[in-house]
């Protein structure tokens, strides 16, 4: 299997459960990233990872929870979730913070729905 | 706060017309790229551009960076309904890549 894995693609969950959103890279890059995709909204980075190490974070509420247990794989643990967190969520990675960026790969994104 | 404005937000052409979608910033980029998005899916990478003038073809369509870094263009000739999505810039400004600026979209509609 190749490029970026994201799983479950959908997702409902009522505001006082607790799930994951899984993402795996096959790729060999060493970045990875959380991003939220809201109607009309742009692209809201959520975390990154360099090397297994979170180095942002960007003011998200303590409800999301990041895990990266090894380079290719990355979590989004949620609890307590509210429903304008219903979103579009999508996992990326890409080589990493030297040279010139070439981009990202995105995965196909886990639709939420907070009920 | 650095942004990307993007024009047109959307467009609705027939089948074989073209079109031109503009990114435009007051900062300079150190390489630029373009994304299209279909419903329910991820972005996927079309193009890198790196230097001021740089133009690049992949097909039907041509991307253009401005001379200062600062702007972007992407052309489609004789637009297909397979090119319908959602049209993305997104940019590094200096050195920390992860300072990634996502533009703000150009919704596109091909009709057969």
């Known amino acids: 299997e190749t490029g970026v894995t994201q799983t479950p693609r959908h997702l409902v969950m009522g505001m006082t459960n607790k799930k994951s959103l899984k993402c795996e890279q096959h790729?060999?890059?060493?970045?990875m990233y959380w991003y939220k995709q809201s109607a009309k909204k742009p692209l809201e980075l959520m975390f990154v990872?360099?090397?297994?190490?979170?180095?942002e974070n960007n003011s998200v509420p303590s409800r999301f929870s990041p895990e990266c247990p090894n380079s290719s794989h990355l979590f989004l643990h949620l609890h307590t979730l509210q429903p304008e967190d219903s979103a579009l969520y999508l996992c990326?990675?890409?080589?990493?913070?030297?040279?010139?960026?070439?981009?990202?790969?995105f995965g196909s994104g886990t639709r939420l729905t907070v009920v | 706060t650095q942004l990307l404005e993007q024009s047109p937000q959307f467009l609705s052409i027939q089948e074989g017309e073209n079109l031109t979608v503009y990114c435009n910033s007051s900062?300079?980029?150190?390489?630029l790229q373009w994304y299209r998005q279909e419903p329910g899916e991820g972005p996927v990478l079309l193009v890198t551009?790196?230097?001021?003038?740089e133009v690049k073809k992949l097909k039907r369509l041509t991307f253009q960076f401005g001379d200062a870094r600062k702007d972007s263009s992407l052309h489609i000739t004789a637009a297909q309904p397979g090119d319908t999505g959602l049209y993305l810039c997104?940019?590094?400004?200096?050195?920390?890549?992860?300072?990634?600026?996502f533009g703000t979209g150009t919704r596109l509609k091909v009709l057969a």
């Open positions: 990326a990675s890409s080589q990493g913070f030297t040279g010139v960026h070439y981009g990202y790969t």
């Open positions: 790729l060999g890059h060493n970045a």
């Open positions: 990872y360099s090397l297994e190490e979170r180095v």
């Open positions: 900062s300079v980029f150190s390489s």
């Open positions: 551009v790196v230097t001021g003038g």
């Open positions: 997104a940019g590094v400004v200096g050195a920390r890549t992860y300072k990634y600026i």
